[in-house]
């Protein structure tokens, strides 16, 4: 059974998360370590609306991560706020976790008044298409291909 929870009512997993994200996007942050995104994710638990991060879990088990920072692309820091860390487990992937946990941010800034909400993927556009996303730009980011997108709500 999934829930999705904020990360500041369930700290403990800041570990298993920064490990994923630095083995998934660490290329994007070269110099970076599990220890400095482990340091970085404490910004998650002020309980603020912005930067925010929500979890999938089942009982115990960690299914995967989304949030919502003021900005996520340095090469734009006109677009605000943003989509982030999207991160699905591998053995939870193809189950509709990804979905539910972008929703769940989408929802978030809706309540909160946020239109239009910005993304980058490096290779997920069909996915978020699927979702609402619009094509931006495709782009040359951090030495890796990016595709940026935008949803209004």
């Keep these: ?42 910004r998650y638990l002020s309980g603020a609306k912005i930067p925010a991060m929500y979890i999938a879990v089942d009982g115990n088990s960690l299914m995967g991560t989304a949030a919502l920072v003021e900005s996520d692309m340095d090469s734009h820091p006109e677009l605000s706020p943003w989509l982030a860390s999207v991160f699905v487990n591998p053995d939870y992937r193809k189950r509709g976790v990804g979905a539910a946990l972008v929703k769940k941010v989408m929802e978030e800034a809706r309540i909160q008044g946020i239109s239009p909400l910005y993304l980058f993927t490096p290779d997920q556009q069909r996915f978020y298409e699927g979702l609402g996303w619009e094509f931006i730009a495709h782009e040359n980011y951090r030495g890796g291909n990016a595709t940026l997108m935008k949803i209004h709500f």
């Design 1 to 42: 059974m999934m829930n999705i929870i904020n990360l500041a009512e369930a700290p403990e997993h800041i570990p298993q998360i920064a490990a994923w994200h630095h083995a998934e996007w660490g290329y994007l942050n070269p110099g970076g370590t599990v220890e400095t995104r482990i340091e970085r994710m404490k």
